[in-house]
């Protein structure tokens, strides 16, 4: 049976032998070899200059300057005559000096990070070498050809520099479209960038108007140009997250090609020929194929090269009575996704990734294959000799890279051999509902009220620590509940990461937009950090075409992740809660500081208005972690094992691991009623008596059985084994009352009647390409590759669907249909099924409106997404019973309220001034008093006391005169960008701190400690604390009043670089210790 997406889900397997004989005028790569820019090819220049060009290619000088130059000009920081001989002379061969010196010879700021070039410089080394170093598993020595030896770090690969570029509207380019390179910086690795080198990967990013890469055509402009960066050709390779990928082929404009390009570029022909020949995967629709490049693009970590003779294939197990069948639906195939590695290779990768514990399970990419590993169940320990070996299901196998199937007698590029780790498993738990699994389960039977109750525990736990600020260890709580709140810990995490944060199970944090900061505050009395979220996006796609509804996904301060902004001076952060966290730290009490009291009421109304609106309610016995197919065949339908690492208290208060009895099992998206299922978890089985043995090593993963008329992942959302994360419910309020729903599939003709069902399969596309030249071939496969632009209608179904659930019902038959929509069309991109024109724009008409109250919030609904006329949302039909999301935006807003009024309660204690910044300021002011007790206004140092303080005065003013502005823009239109407005603070911080530098008769600490106490308590002289004046102390000398605040309160304290901070963590089971009423 032909793999035809109009006949449903299909086994994605093919082992067909097909033999290609010498010259074959289908192969990509025939013939092989440079492609000149002949006049009729279509160039997009990017950054070009003839003269230019030739100093570059005369000194031969370092890729990293190629880029900055670039780069400049792009962002028209400097002209073509402004790069001179006398420049490019000077410059040496190695990134790490060149690009310094460049900014130098230019007069310019330095740019960049350092780091980018040092690794730039490693990569090099690497590609030089020639031994596929940058693949990572390789340690050997570096001896280049010249004799030179270069040092790599432990561990290394390469990958790791992103190159990124903005694709922005140009109506002055013919194309209306251009390019503007971004600085380069350390960033995610993955297949296709180590193999290639990260100088040959540019990555597209979105434009802020956000639909520009939607628009078709800016997706023809990168299908069909060439990009020309300093005589260097980039192609479309990859779309992917709203953007696409650029690599770097055998190809000039305006230059001759050094021998080293011949050497270390592939042609564009060679790099599909590589990674995913259309020959040996003829078989399959054009558009799956195309988004198998995926595989090479998914970020990861290279943990393990496999030796040939240990890779092996082996059969899936499929449901009774197909058996013989060639391609059964992928939810008859009962291990789809799922192979074995030995304990050899998962102990191997626990090394590599320095973890404590051998993982059970590993997500990764090997050999063209994807999918989850998980221990074999007859290599659950190391045997002396054995070496690490993988086994690869049929279902997992995506790109053949032969004719022979067999790795043994397959030549196929070193690249194929390493196991590219994406993560392995982890758990997490608790776990969260979300608006869709709150939907589902309300309409299976679990009563309002229990989320009602969830929601009112959770709010009460979040502002417990916020409030009580007097209990014994109540900033220890404080500390603790901000830093997990706030998400501080989980972004530095990520941030130490780097390149490997996926790889370390912090796939699930996704960026999003933060609260803005302190001067906002102030900005207007009527607004709040809160308003200046954007709208977002309703789904995020991940790296295996995963959806995730945006609300279901730990959100986390892009800002925050990328770095700890901070005012690059004074040291103040951007974010509230890292903030409090260091003015808490050094001794600050909310009480007795009007700034932390105003930074941390920001804070806890950022906190619990995201908790209510967004749904995230934790349930203390919930878990989420890998799903796997049962390994030794034991369990039964509809029973699941589940050890838990971390534990749980039964209802005895016993302490257990194996989660017994009626759970809940879902996985996102939960669209209709049958994506929830009841099964029942167990820990010993009659038969078995070594049951428990069997099992004790799988430990965090979800084992559900192989056994039954299909494959029980396929209930839950569609899913399979290849990495799917599914949620676990044992809390009995949400169990007891849940009954399963009948399960729904999309009815008969469903395909026919709303979606286009002409689909290329890559073996007509071959034969259709057979006669075209090289560039023509090239051009084409372009397009093809740009079948994976991803449109808008995945999110707008999913809107769709939302509403409907609002207006309709759960179970209405338009409700259900507009799911089945959404499950099509994000397939869409590997099915190559688009829906007809008339239903879409009959749907959107009908359905596009925007969301309900109770909705809006939590998914982030882009702002004008609606179907024309369709500027208010439907109501729900009488008919129906109440909506839970209703009832708890009501109580959402009843906590949300109480918890202000709690927060706006407590007694603060307003301090005119605090003494530990008065006694700095008169200290200073009386020493030079008793230095110069005569003619004391004429000595020197008085005097610059004197301007220290009319210095202090003037960038008051300035800061007041700002914070007005700022107020008058916001009631207006022409409302003031955060990032003007954190530049302007900067001016003012960078006039503020002036006299350090220029101080003749201070050190530059005593001028520091000065300049920070009298900004805090200059307001005395003008005529009290303010608001805005405690924020411009803050604002100009954070870190120094933090200092100050320290050593006033403690005879001991510690300082702490900002490079060490991410290491620092409160330990909740000290604070529980602490707690107890034992621990005195």
């Not at 540019?202 to 890469?213: P, T, Y």
């Not at 209990?471 to 901000?482: F, G, H, K, P």
Request: charged fraction near 25%; glycine fraction near 6%; aromatic fraction near 10%.
């Amino acid at each position: 049976m032909e793999d035809d997406p109009m006949n449903g889900n299909s086994y994605d397997s093919d082992d067909t032998e097909i033999e290609i004989l010498p010259g074959d005028p289908r192969l990509v790569g025939a013939p092989p070899g440079r492609v000149s820019g002949a006049p009729h090819e279509p160039y997009a220049v990017v950054a070009f200059d003839p003269a230019t060009q030739n100093l570059l290619n005369r000194f031969n000088v370092p890729w990293g300057v190629i880029w900055e130059i670039s780069r400049l000009i792009t962002n028209k920081k400097i002209s073509w005559h402004h790069i001179t001989p006398g420049i490019l002379s000077k410059l040496g061969k190695l990134n790490s000096e060149a690009v310094p010196m460049l900014f130098d010879l230019l007069k310019l700021p330095r740019e960049g990070d350092p780091l980018v070039w040092a690794e730039l410089d490693l990569e090099h080394a690497a590609m030089v070498e020639g031994a596929c170093r940058g693949l990572g598993c390789y340690e050997g020595p570096c001896i280049l050809p010249d004799g030179t030896p270069v040092e790599f770090p432990a561990g290394w690969f390469g990958g790791k520099i992103e190159q990124t570029a903005t694709l922005i509207p140009n109506p002055a380019s013919p194309d209306k479209f251009s390019l503007v390179l971004d600085k380069m910086a350390l960033g995610r690795s993955f297949q296709c960038s180590r193999r290639l080198g990260s100088r040959r990967i540019i990555r597209i990013r979105k434009s802020k108007m956000a639909d520009i890469l939607r628009d078709t055509d800016a997706t023809r402009f990168l299908q069909r140009h060439g990009f020309v960066i300093c005589g260097r050709v980039f192609r479309l390779v990859f779309p992917k997250d709203g953007g696409a990928y650029l690599a770097e082929f055998e190809e000039d404009y305006g230059r001759a090609g050094t021998h080293e390009d011949h050497l270390h570029r592939l042609t564009f022909s060679t790099f599909i020929s590589l990674f995913n020949n259309p020959i040996y995967n003829s078989s399959q629709s054009l558009s799956k194929w195309a988004s198998r490049f995926q595989l090479i693009f998914s970020t990861s970590h290279p943990v393990l090269t496999f030796a040939k003779e240990n890779i092996h294939f082996f059969d899936d197990i499929v449901a009774p009575g197909h058996e013989n069948v060639r391609k059964p639906p992928a939810e008859m195939i009962m291990t789809d996704g799922c192979g074995y590695m030995n304990s050899t290779a998962l102990r191997m990768i626990a090394n590599v990734m320095k973890l404590e514990v051998r993982p059970v399970a590993v997500q990764g990419r090997i050999y063209g294959s994807k999918g989850i590993w998980m221990l074999h169940p007859d290599h659950q320990t190391d045997n002396e000799g054995q070496p690490p070996t993988i086994w690869i299901r049929h279902s997992q196998r995506k790109i053949k890279f032969s004719a022979n199937p067999n790795p043994l007698y397959a030549k196929v590029d070193p690249s194929h051999y390493v196991f590219n780790m994406l993560r392995y498993n982890t758990l997490t738990s608790p776990s969260r509902l979300s608006m869709q699994t709150i939907n589902n389960m309300a309409e299976n039977g679990v009563p309002h009220q229990v989320f009602v109750n969830l929601m009112s525990e959770g709010v009460n736990a979040l502002v417990e620590p916020l409030t009580d600020w007097n209990s014994r260890n109540a900033m220890a709580n404080l500390l603790t509940t901000v830093s997990n709140q706030g998400r501080v810990l989980s972004a530095r995490a990520i941030r130490l990461a780097g390149a490997s944060s996926r790889a370390f199970g912090f796939s699930r944090l996704e960026r999003t937009d933060s609260m803005d900061s302190t001067a906002d505050s102030v900005a207007s009395t009527n607004s709040s950090p809160i308003d200046e979220f954007g709208p977002g996006i309703d789904i995020v796609i991940d790296e295996d075409d995963r959806y995730r509804n945006q609300s279901e996904v730990e959100r986390i301060p892009a800002h925050l992740i990328d770095a700890i902004r901070r005012n690059p001076i004074s040291g103040l952060p951007r974010e509230p809660s890292e903030a409090i966290l260091g003015m808490v730290e050094a001794g600050f009490h909310p009480q007795k500081s009007d700034f932390l009291y105003d930074q941390l009421r920001i804070f806890m109304k950022w906190v619990v208005e995201t908790y209510v609106k967004e749904y995230h309610l934790p349930v203390k016995e919930s878990a989420e972690a890998f799903i796997v197919p049962d390994p030794f065949g034991i369990l039964d339908p509809g029973e699941i094992y589940f050890y838990s690492s971390h534990g749980y208290v039964d209802g005895l208060q016993l302490k257990t691991h194996i989660i017994k009895g009626p759970v809940l099992v879902g996985r996102n998206p939960t669209r209709v009623g049958s994506d929830i299922r009841k099964f029942t978890a167990i820990d010993r089985k009659d038969g078995y008596p070594t049951f428990l043995q069997q099992y004790t090593e799988y430990k965090d993963v979800i084992i559900l059985s192989v056994k039954g008329p299909r494959s029980p992942a396929s209930y839950l959302s569609g899913g399979d084994y290849d990495g799917d994360t599914a949620y676990i419910h044992w809390r009995r309020d949400l169990v007891d009352p849940f009954h399963d729903a009948p399960l729904l599939v999309p009815p008969s003709g469903f395909l026919g009647l709303n979606f286009e069902s002409t689909i290329e399969r890559v073996s007509d596309w071959l034969d259709r390409t057979a006669v075209l030249n090289p560039t023509q071939r090239m051009h084409m496969t372009t397009e093809a590759i740009g079948l994976s632009f991803r449109d808008r209608t995945v999110g707008q179904y999913s809107q769709m669907h939302d509403g409907a659930v609002y207006a309709f019902g759960y179970n209405h038959r338009e409700t259900v249909r507009l799911a089945f929509m959404f499950n099509t069309c994000l397939d869409g991109i590997k099915t190559g099924l688009r829906v007809k024109k008339e239903v879409y724009e009959t749907d959107k008409r009908m359905y596009l409106r925007p969301l309900p109250p109770c909705m809006a919030k939590a998914s982030r609904e882009p702002r004008g997404e609606t179907g024309g006329s369709n500027t208010v949302h439907r109501n729900r039909h009488p008919s129906l019973k109440g909506f839970v999301l209703d009832r708890l935006m009501e109580a959402g807003t009843a906590l949300q309220n109480a918890a202000l009024k709690r927060y706006e309660d407590i007694p603060k204690v307003r301090q005119f001034c605090d003494p530990d910044f008065t006694a700095v300021h008169e200290e200073a002011h009386d020493a030079v008093l008793r230095l110069v007790k005569y003619q004391p206004l004429e000595n020197p140092k008085y005097l610059e006391l004197k301007e220290f303080r009319k210095i202090v005065n003037d960038t008051l003013d300035e800061y007041k005169d700002l914070t007005a502005l700022m107020a008058r823009r916001a009631k207006g239109k022409n409302k003031m960008l955060s990032a003007e407005r954190y530049a302007k603070i900067e001016e003012i911080t960078r006039r503020f701190h002036n006299p350090e530098q220029t101080a003749r008769y201070h050190t530059k600490d005593e001028v520091k400690r000065f300049m920070a106490a009298t900004a805090y308590t200059y307001c005395v002289h003008r005529g009290g604390v303010s608001p805005i004046s405690q924020e411009y102390a803050f604002h100009m000398a954070y870190t120094t009043l933090l200092l100050i605040k320290a050593e006033a309160n403690h005879h001991i304290y510690q300082t702490v670089t900002a490079g060490n901070t991410p290491f620092l963590a409160v330990d909740q089971r000290a604070v529980n210790a602490a707690n107890s009423s034992t621990a005195w």
